[in-house]
């Protein structure tokens, strides 16, 4: 036997499936080979191992079914014959028994689950097959023996190393098995925490948001099971024989490796359980109690090992005094307080963005939030680099150098974005709202804060400004010209083009324009436009730009050379830009006007507010057709590769457009006015679009109320009484627009309505006035995918011909029903995917439409529907995408509205074999669909995500310079600018907090408090950064002082961020809302049912239909369907924010229990924690924090 024992059973297994051998046949060969195997080990004078064979075959089926992206059905027979025996066996036969255990194939499992989430399927078969053997074995009365000596030898060779070992590699299954003396509690430990690590992974899955239905999944029942039977089991164990060790004459003298790596295992092992805990569902109670015993377990080996380790109690005390000294002067260093001297800046110090800058603009660019929030932000980290400022340094130079910050960080932000290739085609747009950021959104910043620093002189600033705004700003700006020369110069340049695709024609590729269409020069004017809007915002003079500045005189003559301004056109008539924009919105052509506040940013916030103005006077006025002028004109703007929706919502929060238009789909007499289809079709299509383009979902959505009654009004009447406390149409409609509801569930006046549009979409009337009449656009918009289905089906079925079924769907092109395309084209889309291909002559076969249909002779050759007789069950689908779609009639925002369902679409088609498609269809072609659909569906996330490399690239600068040596990126900054910064973030950064990984730095520091107060989206009640404060370790010695560090970072924003919102009266409104939901009896009862819920319930999978006119008799019933403020909404809101004294009661909780735990490790914490120079406080301050947190822990200590 020539080949290792492993490689035959995989050469055994590849035959077997080759071959298709049945199941019994797999069987015997496998046993047929365990005795060839055991029969050359004799030959050979070595021991038979009588479980080497299940072992070999067990690693070599798991290992092959894991690599699978398809799985095999063969493969279950073989791990289910492998497991149970032959499902055919009579019991004479013994080689149709089993060759291996259900415990040896779920550790093999275990050992090879390092990246659960992309082997999802793969698991869940292995999973399927181990899991009524595991209920078997756990529920025998005779109790399982975890101290199996072969089951402690096979549990150390799969996780005995750091790393599961390469499947390829056979060394993990033949080599020598461990002695008894190796599994020891010492010896095992490191494994048997391993073990828990993997179940863990398998169990995370039940919560993971990127998989559909996670509490569905079998495989986190399997890792419940087995943690539950021999998870606590292993690990008491472990703790028996490390405690008889410890008794033992024979307790190692000095700490070794490995007790180093048990110990290094208890902390990741601790750290990855309190990741699963926070993902859970509280009402899991039994879970998370099982979870909270193996931690504790945990924690006792973690302290057998230390003890193991020979540390005594005179060199902890000794240690304790010189880490109290480090972290105190470590939090002394934790402060916000950086100082740029903007003056003493040459043009070769190009200084370093901050991480906390970089995130800054991040934040006022990508995210989409209330100006005003992005202002908080703004006035937040300003506050706390002032508090943190050295005594010698003025309030002026704060200003200076925090507006040079600023100008740094959004240059550095453009030029990196504006030289960086686009990823796709349509992020060349991307560039372009960056440069309007830097030359509109930055002076308006620093307008802004000077005048919130007006109206505020009550602020900890310890200082007074003495000189005028454009001085202060004049000395950042002429600095950040001088530093910032050369990226300023590549600001300026034409957007690189996205890579040409082979066979692609010069035409093609030279008719794209870069930034913001067609007409767009090859460079951009960035200074001129910057210099103009500080003009004009008051913030700098022409004439020390001219007499003051770099190559002054070149810069004074361009701008003048630009184009007269908007706010120059205010002047000359008089008026302020404000009231030139009122006048001007009504009034002009919204594409002419649109042209002009694109080449002038310093006009864009004023346009941006003017905008949202205009709508609501509009909505109380009535005037649906001047919403639809502008709603088209945006519309086409962003679908045709312009910047300015984008631009605009660099001001606003995109609610504050959507709810108003919103709006209008509540009303009861919509569509049965005199407004024109394509008034409301450009209204429903621009306010899909807002909520596709910018991630606004259904649960955003607002019932807009305006006018003296606090009701909407159009038309000069008030919606229903259901729909004026239910849920928002648009709201119910996104979350099912692409549902075909079956004709059962409507009610009759909806299924009479459906049959007279099958009639006059292909009858001889067309369509009357009197259907238009009766059927409102929101009835249309639900009942347009079933249209679909029900025209489809009789073309297919020989009711209609296929000339009939275009000549009717093509309705859906003109503006009466275009806005209707995008949900019905979605369902489309996937009922192409769904239904079974076959060819067209089975179906009408089956159907028994053989004469009606077939068998009709015709001079052509075709059927009777008008199909080739080579079509198939698709071919009618397609047809209708091509007709709709694959024609310059289809609406652009459409095809935007539908990108990410033809993606799917595409992908599926292509995987089966796409060239198949066109066969039989006359007019669908997969390429020139895709060439239509290459630009579409460009999302603000989408373009902030693809095009994250800025952000990374920013915030290591500050990294880089502490750090010279090191020269690869950031673990921390990766996890919180890379492209996949969600909520899951925070358990990532806790799992590397836990393993030493994360957040060493200052600029890490301050990068993971800044992300933690103005960044971290909120997945429920708890503030990001309580749920780090309460998650950290301070037990931990090798991390406290980057925790406590990091801490401290966020108590100074958050008493920066109380004192910015200092007048702000809406937490207490909250508060009296929450007290009030608290106090129903209705909001009770819901929470009560939803504590009841267990960890792999069922969640409802038919969505309800939406209505306008039954909000009433749903909202009651469904769970979490209601737009209502919950106490969790409200607790989520920005009304409730993070607060200083939130962080310093988590911290006394944590000192309490540390002290109970571990009393020393507690002391030294204290002593660190409880220093006056710490937690970011001011001098004034000085005694507040300490006595606050003496004072809990005097309360809360038992």
């Known amino acids: 036997m020539d080949d290792d024992p492993e490689q035959l059973f995989g050469k055994l297994l590849l035959q077997a499936l080759s071959r298709r051998l049945s199941q019994s046949s797999w069987l015997a060969l496998a046993h047929q080979l365990t005795r060839r195997i055991q029969s050359f080990q004799q030959s050979r004078g070595e021991d038979v191992d009588p479980t080497l064979a299940g072992t070999l075959a067990a690693s070599c089926l798991v290992q092959h079914i894991l690599s699978q992206d398809f799985i095999d059905p063969l493969l279950i027979e073989y791990l289910q014959a492998l497991v149970y025996g032959s499902a055919t066996r009579s019991g004479v036969d013994p080689d149709q028994g089993p060759v291996t255990d259900v415990i040896t194939v779920t550790l093999y499992l275990l050992a090879h689950v390092d990246d659960a989430t992309t082997k999802v399927s793969a698991i869940e078969t292995v999973s399927s097959v181990i899991g009524q053997g595991l209920l078997v074995t756990f529920q025998t009365n005779a109790p399982f023996k975890i101290a199996d000596p072969a089951l402690l030898v096979l549990l150390q060779r799969l996780f005995a190393d750091k790393e599961v070992q390469d499947p390829s590699s056979s060394a993990s299954v033949v080599s020598p098995p461990p002695s008894p003396e190796s599994t020891r509690g010492s010896d095992v430990a490191p494994a048997a925490l391993r073990f828990i690590v993997s179940n863990l992974r398998l169990l995370a899955l039940a919560a993971d948001a990127s998989i559909a239905a996670p509490q569905n999944l079998l495989a986190p029942r399997a890792a419940i099971t087995v943690l539950m039977n021999v998870g606590s089991s292993l690990l008491a164990h472990v703790i028996q024989r490390l405690s008889t060790l410890q008794a033992s004459k024979d307790r190692p003298a000095a700490d070794t490796p490995l007790l180093q790596q048990t110990r290094s295992e208890c902390k990741a092992a601790t750290a990855d359980v309190e990741t699963v805990l926070h993902s859970m569902n509280p009402a899991w109670k039994d879970e998370i109690a099982l979870l909270r015993s193996l931690s504790s377990q945990i924690g006792v080996i973690h302290q057998l090992a230390h003890s193991l380790a020979g540390s005594s109690t005179s060199s902890t005390l000794q240690l304790r005094g010189k880490k109290a000294e480090t972290m105190q002067d470590a939090q002394r260093r934790a402060t916000w307080d950086h100082f740029l001297d903007a003056a003493a800046t040459t043009a070769a110090d190009k200084p370093p963005v901050e991480p906390e800058m970089a995130l800054l603009m991040h934040l006022v660019v990508d995210e989409r939030l209330a100006w005003i929030a992005k202002l908080d932000a703004i006035k937040t980290l300003f506050l706390a680099r002032r508090v943190a400022a050295a005594p010698s340094v003025t309030l002026e130079k704060s200003l200076t150098a925090f507006y040079f910050e600023l100008l740094v960080a959004a240059i550095d932000a453009c030029a990196s974005v504006v030289e960086m290739p686009p990823g796709f085609k349509g992020a060349e747009v991307y560039a372009a709202i960056w440069r309007n950021a830097l030359c509109g959104m930055v002076p308006e910043i620093v307008l802004q804060l000077e005048q919130w620093l007006d109206v505020h002189p009550d602020l900890p600033l310890r200082g007074q400004r003495v000189e005028a705004p454009h001085v202060r700003f004049e000395r950042a700006l002429r600095a950040a010209l001088l530093a910032m020369a050369d990226r300023l110069d590549v600001c300026e340049t034409a957007v690189s083009q996205p890579a040409v695709p082979n066979g692609a024609t010069d035409a093609t590729t030279g008719a794209e324009m870069d930034v913001v269409g067609l007409d767009t020069p090859p460079s951009q004017p960035i200074k001129a436009w910057l210099l103009r809007a500080c003009i004009e915002h008051s913030l700098a003079r022409p004439e020390a730009i001219a007499d003051e500045f770099p190559e002054g005189h070149k810069l004074a003559s361009e701008v003048q050379n630009l184009a007269q301004s908007l706010r120059m056109d205010a002047q000359l008539e008089g008026l302020a830009l404000n009231t030139l924009f009122e006048t001007r919105v009504p009034s002009d052509d919204p594409m002419e006007l649109l042209q002009r506040v694109a080449s002038d940013p310093g006009t864009h916030c004023s346009f941006a507010r003017q905008l949202v103005v205009q709508v609501h006077a509009w909505l109380e006025q009535h005037d649906l057709e001047s919403i639809a002028r502008w709603c088209r004109a945006l519309g086409d703007d962003a679908t045709h590769g312009g910047a300015m929706l984008d631009t605009v919502m660099l001001y606003i929060d995109p609610t504050e457009l959507v709810d108003p238009l919103a709006g209008i789909l509540d009303h009861q007499d919509l569509g049965q006015t005199s407004d024109e289809p394509a008034t409301l079709s450009n209204i429903i299509l621009f306010v899909q679009l807002l909520c596709y383009r910018y991630s606004v979902p259904p649960s955003r959505i607002s019932r807009f109320t305006s006018g003296a009654s606090g009701e909407m009004e159009v038309d000069g009447t008030t919606g229903s009484a259901e729909a004026a406390g239910g849920q928002p149409f648009l709201a119910s409609y996104l979350a099912s627009a692409s549902v075909c509801y079956p004709l059962s569930v409507l009610g009759e006046e909806e299924r009479g ?379 989520s809101s920005r009304a409730f924010r993070l607060t200083s004294a939130q962080v310093e009661d988590l911290l006394a909780r944590k000192l309490v229990r540390l002290e109970s735990s571990t009393p020393a490790i507690w002391h030294t914490v204290e002593a660190a924690l409880l220093d006056p120079s710490e937690l970011g406080n001011d001098k004034g301050k000085d005694s507040a924090p300490k006595e606050k947190i003496k004072t809990w822990i005097e309360m809360l200590r038992p």
Request: aromatic content about 4%; glycine content about 6%.
């Open 753 to 1131: 309505l459906v049959g007279r549009w099958v009639h006059a979409l292909f009858g001889n009337e067309g369509i009357s006035d009197d259907l238009i009449q009766a059927s409102p656009p929101t009835t249309l918009l639900r009942l347009a995918p079933l249209l679909f289905a029900q025209s489809i089906g009789a073309c297919v079925h020989g009711v209609i011909d296929l000339e009939t079924l275009r000549g009717g769907l093509s309705y859906f092109l003109q503006d009466l029903l275009s806005f209707t395309l995008p949900g019905a084209l979605a369902w489309l889309l996937a009922e192409i995917v769904r239904v079974p291909l076959q060819p067209i002559l089975d179906v009408l076969a089956e159907a028994g439409l053989q004469s009606s249909v077939v068998d009709v002779p015709s001079s052509d050759g075709t059927l009777a529907n008008g199909l080739p007789r080579n079509a198939n069950s698709r071919t009618v689908h397609l047809e209708v995408v091509a007709l709709l779609l694959d024609t310059d009639a289809c609406p652009a925002i459409v095809r935007h509205l539908i990108a990410r369902p033809f993606d799917a679409f595409v992908q599926a088609m292509e995987a089966g074999g796409a060239a198949t498609l066109e066969v039989g269809s006359e007019t669908f072609n997969m390429a020139s669909l895709k060439a239509r659909m290459e630009a579409a569906g460009v999302t603000a996330q989408l373009l902030s995500r693809r095009n994250s490399a800025w952000l990374r690239a920013l915030a290591n600068q500050s990294v880089a310079q502490q750090h010279a040596s090191v020269t690869t990126e950031s673990e921390t900054i990766t996890m919180l600018c890379g492209p996949n910064a969600v909520s899951s973030t925070l358990d990532r950064l806790m799992g590397a907090q836990g393993r030493g990984l994360a957040a060493h730095s200052v600029a890490e520091q301050k990068a993971l408090a800044t992300w933690l107060c103005l960044l971290a989206p909120q997945a429920n009640e708890v503030h990001p950064a309580l749920r780090f404060v309460e998650r950290v370790q301070l037990a931990d010695e090798a991390n406290v002082e980057a925790a406590l560090r990091t801490i401290a970072l966020v108590l100074s924003l958050a008493r920066a961020a109380e004192a910015v919102r200092g007048h702000d009266t809406s937490t207490t409104s909250a508060a009296d809302a929450i007290l009030a939901l608290a106090t129903s009896t209705e909001t009770n009862g819901a929470r009560k049912d939803s504590c009841a819920a267990d960890l792999f319930d069922d969640e409802p999978t038919t969505p309800p239909l939406p209505s306008v006119n039954a909000h009433a008799a749903t909202d009651s019933q469904s769970n979490g369907a209601s737009t209502g403020q919950s106490v969790a909404a409200l607790l």
